[in-house]
């Protein structure tokens, strides 16, 4: 569906068609709010769908980096040392509290950790050479605004979008929908049900991360 067909079910549901209570501003910003609900949903399924890969050069003697604009949370930080995919050597950056920092030199290294301030990335020690460093975050779906835009959710989750937005409307409205709530209900457990099901190649398993040199799969 297009921002248009999910602001006009939207108002179908509403029973408000030609947006004589409702204004199409309100119900825009209830459709763009439903889309972020099911982009969390959607990231509880842990399959990376939201995740990009940004890269910039470290500056020497430089902590802080900004932070891209649609961040939302990191998944993986590192640093490039040597080499050119696929044969790259590769250092990760770990998180740290900020009482941390005091334990990690203030002097110039390769960067070890990392920790954020406001919509900064600081990383200590400060880099000692102009390498390549390489985040994986998931980022924040962005508003629709044209009326031919295409919510960033797979298909099968578009008319959700439009349920949710209903229920806003509802809440507005002081209404209740019974009907309306049943069929939320009914694609809350589908994206959970997609979540648990979505790789059928292996049977589930649990994965240990101690030290015992026989650690892995256990089925």
Do not use: C
């Amino acid at each position: 569906m297009t921002f248009n067909d999910l602001q006009n079910l939207t108002a179908y549901w509403l029973d408000d068609l030609n947006f004589g209570y409702f204004t199409p501003t309100q119900v825009q910003l209830w459709i763009n709010n439903a889309q972020v609900e099911i982009e969390k949903l959607l990231i509880k399924s842990g399959h990376s769908r939201y995740n990009l890969w940004v890269s910039t050069p470290l500056v020497v003697g430089q902590s802080d980096y900004v932070l891209p604009a649609d961040f939302m949370k990191i998944q993986n930080l590192e640093i490039v040392l040597s080499g050119v995919p696929p044969n790259e050597a590769l250092t990760p950056v770990l998180p740290i509290t900020v009482n941390q920092k005091y334990l990690i030199d203030n002097g110039q290294s390769t960067p070890a950790v990392y920790r954020f301030r406001k919509n900064r990335i600081v990383i200590q020690p400060a880099p000692d050479t102009a390498l390549l460093m390489r985040m994986e975050y998931t980022y924040l779906v962005a508003n629709m605004v044209n009326p031919t835009d295409i919510p960033d959710v797979p298909t099968e989750y578009h008319e959700m979008i439009a349920l949710l937005a209903t229920s806003d409307g509802f809440i507005k409205d002081g209404r209740q929908n019974p009907l309306l709530m049943t069929k939320i209900a009914a694609y809350m457990a589908s994206l959970e049900s997609d979540a648990q099901e979505r790789n059928q190649d292996l049977p589930r398993s649990i994965v240990e991360t101690g030290n015992n040199a026989d650690a892995g799969f256990f089925w």
